[in-house]
């Protein structure tokens, strides 16, 4: 599908075309159709199981961490938007404070955690429930994959809530912590020097 989404990205008309251009265009239009084609029977034959699966990977998750664990982090989708322009902002903030030491890079990327941890922490419950009735209206979704997040959420809640199956000790979470200090450190960095968010 991402070779598909790709060719299809790359057989776009160009904009504006010269008369060369123009014919350019002319020759791609089948091989376009023909990619277009292909990409929506792919998605269709998919989408699916691709559902089920979502779906699955939830009561996964639920039965790994809690119900209740799930259904927060399903509650969260829908504030990804505000967290994408929170990032933004970060990245270019950074971009505009210039070159920095390592230990200064490497607090930055750290306080980057902190600080989308108190955003998600600060939206009031009554967002989250406004979130959830636009949601359902507007049929949100994670991506084109994901099935629309209420129902997902109402997947999760409906039958019997389930408790958390992995609750690692404190001295697992120290190591887990210290594990990924480095990949977390990394990723943090890679957005705010790159600015990788979309």
């Known amino acids: 599908m991402r070779t598909l989404a790709l060719w299809h990205h790359t057989l776009q008309p160009i904009p504006d075309p010269t008369a060369l251009e123009l014919a350019v265009n002319a020759l791609y239009a089948l091989p376009r159709l023909l990619v277009r084609g292909l990409l929506v029977l792919l998605v269709r034959l998919t989408s699916r199981a691709?559902?089920?699966?979502?779906?699955?990977?939830?009561?996964?998750?639920?039965?790994?961490?809690?119900?209740?664990?799930?259904?927060?982090?399903?509650?969260?989708?829908?504030?990804?938007?505000?967290?994408?322009?929170?990032?933004?902002?970060?990245?270019?903030?950074?971009?505009?404070?210039?070159?920095?030491?390592?230990?200064?890079?490497?607090a930055r990327a750290d306080e980057l955690w902190g600080l989308l941890t108190a955003y998600t922490a600060s939206v009031p419950e009554h967002e989250y429930e406004r979130q959830r009735r636009a949601g359902a209206r507007r049929g949100h979704q994670a991506d084109a994959t994901h099935p629309p997040t209420h129902l997902r959420r109402a997947c999760l809640l409906a039958g019997e809530p389930a408790t958390a199956q992995v609750v690692p000790r404190v001295r697992q979470n120290e190591r887990i912590t210290t594990e990924l200090a480095a990949a977390r450190t990394e990723v943090a960095r890679r957005l705010l020097r790159d600015g990788l968010v979309h």
């Open 50 to 106: 691709g559902t089920r699966a979502e779906y699955l990977a939830d009561r996964l998750a639920a039965r790994t961490a809690s119900t209740q664990a799930a259904v927060g982090l399903v509650d969260r989708l829908l504030i990804s938007n505000s967290l994408a322009v929170l990032l933004r902002s970060e990245a270019n903030r950074a971009a505009l404070g210039g070159s920095r030491s390592a230990r200064e890079a490497k």
